[in-house]
Every structure is written in structure tokens, then in C-alpha cells.
């Protein structure tokens, strides 16, 4: 049977050519070859020193004793930019002569500003008694003491009822339109008494912004309010 097989072989296509191809395939080798080291080029070496200053060719070396055709070459003069003036002393401050450059002073301290109060007093504060600071006064309306003389609730005060309080000891007086009992306060307003009772039994809402309008009257006299003021 084998001989049988063996004589059909030899008959396949590629049978042969498979056979010759065991036999031509070449035996690989290992070839060895040593790397090249190319040389580095000659570099520059390397500058670590500082650059000159000033540089060459600048206007500060042209400006100066040295050579000047290097600056002229490079397209300046030093003819043609003189140093600028010194600038003139005045008070120790500089001062420029002209409206245009330099630094000027501030117009709020080259001229006094103008006064927008002008019929306002200036407010002379007077010695306040012992205890009658603004300390005093604020302990005193947190104590929960009665400073609204026996007024339980708001009312409506008219101006010829707001006439009748004009007493040390019974003052009211009117504030934008309310209307509170300044007569505890009297000693501890810090411009006298004698300033205070001016408005007492009229409107003073006028006075007091024209003498301290910065104040906040209606915190400080917020236990002292006893009404509204309104028409007759």
C-alpha cells in the first residue's frame, strides 16, 4: 500500500517544488557591526559674561565723554536731547512752572476750600458735668427710664401745641417731622444747654442741619419721641 501511495506522490503539484525549496533556503547569519561615533562639530564656547552696560552703540554712550560717532551712526544725537531742567523747590515740594507736565500740587491744598455752611456758627462744645457724657446717655436710655414725660403713645402735635413746651423743664421740640422730649437730654447735649433750648417749643429742623446735620438724631433721641408734628 505504501509503494502505492508513494508512486502518486511524486505526481502532486508543488510536491517537488517544496522539496527544492528545504533544500535552497539559505541559512541566516548574524552579522555584527560596531556603531559610528561621529565626532561633535566645534561648537562656540560658552559666554557667561554679562553684557556690557551700557550697551554698545546706545545713547548713553554716545551721550558721553567716549566716542559720540557710534550713537550719531546708530541715528542719535546727543546735542539734540538736552537733560531736562531741575525742577524749582517750594516747600520742599516740586512745583511746575508750566500748566502742561510735571507734578503740580493737589487743588485742595493750593487753596482753601470754600465754605459751603456759611451761616452756620461755628459750635463751641462747652464742659459737660460729670456722668452726662454720651456713654452716660446711651446707659441712661437702655435703663428703661421713662424719657417720653408720661407719653404712653404717639400723638398728633400741632405747632401752636408744640409752643407750650418751651420750659428747662418741660422742652419739646420738632426734628423732620417728629416730635420728641428734649428735656432729659438738656444736660448732656455737648453744646450747652442755653444751645439747645433755642428750639425748644418750635420746629428745629433747619438749625440742626445747618449746625450737625451728620448727627443721627433719630438714633440717639429715639426714647425721647412723643408724637407727629402736623397742620393746624
Not at 95 to 109: A, K, N, Q, R
Not at 178 to 194: A, R
Not at 196 to 206: E, H, I, S, Y
Amino acid at each position: 500500500m505504501s509503494s502505492y501511495l508513494s508512486s502518486w506522490l511524486p505526481s502532486w503539484p508543488g510536491s517537488s517544488q517544496a522539496a527544492n525549496a528545504k533544500q535552497t533556503l539559505p541559512t541566516p547569519s548574524i552579522v555584527t557591526t560596531e556603531p559610528v561615533v561621529q565626532e561633535p562639530a566645534n561648537e562656540e564656547e560658552e559666554d557667561d559674561k554679562p553684557p556690557a552696560f551700557p550697551a554698545l552703540g546706545s545713547i548713553q554712550r554716545s551721550g558721553g565723554n567716549g566716542d559720540a560717532t557710534i550713537g550719531k551712526a546708530n541715528g542719535f544725537d546727543s546735542k539734540m536731547m538736552p537733560p531736562p531742567p531741575l525742577p524749582a523747590k517750594a516747600g520742599g515740594l516740586s512745583v511746575s512752572s508750566s500748566s502742561s507736565g510735571g507734578l503740580s500740587l493737589p487743588p485742595t491744598t493750593t487753596k482753601k476750600p470754600p465754605n459751603v455752611n456759611t451761616k452756620a456758627k461755628a459750635r463751641n462744645k462747652v464742659a459737660l458735668a460729670p456722668g452726662y457724657g454720651p456713654l452716660d446717655w446711651a446707659r441712661l436710655k437702655s435703663s428703661g427710664e421713662d424719657l417720653r414725660a408720661g407719653v404712653t403713645t404717639l400723638l398728633r402735635i400741632t405747632p401752636s401745641e408744640l409752643k407750650l413746651h418751651n420750659k428747662r423743664e418741660d422742652a419739646w421740640s420738632a426734628f423732620g417731622g417728629k416730635v420728641y422730649n428734649i428735656t432729659p437730654y438738656l444736660p448732656y447735649h455737648p453744646g450747652g444747654e442755653k444751645e439747645l433750648m433755642r428750639v425748644a417749643g418750635r420746629d428745629g429742623t433747619k438749625l440742626f442741619a445747618l449746625t450737625h446735620s451728620w448727627v443721627n438724631l433719630d438714633y440717639m433721641l429715639d426714647g425721647c419721641m412723643v408724637g407727629f408734628l402736623v397742620p393746624e
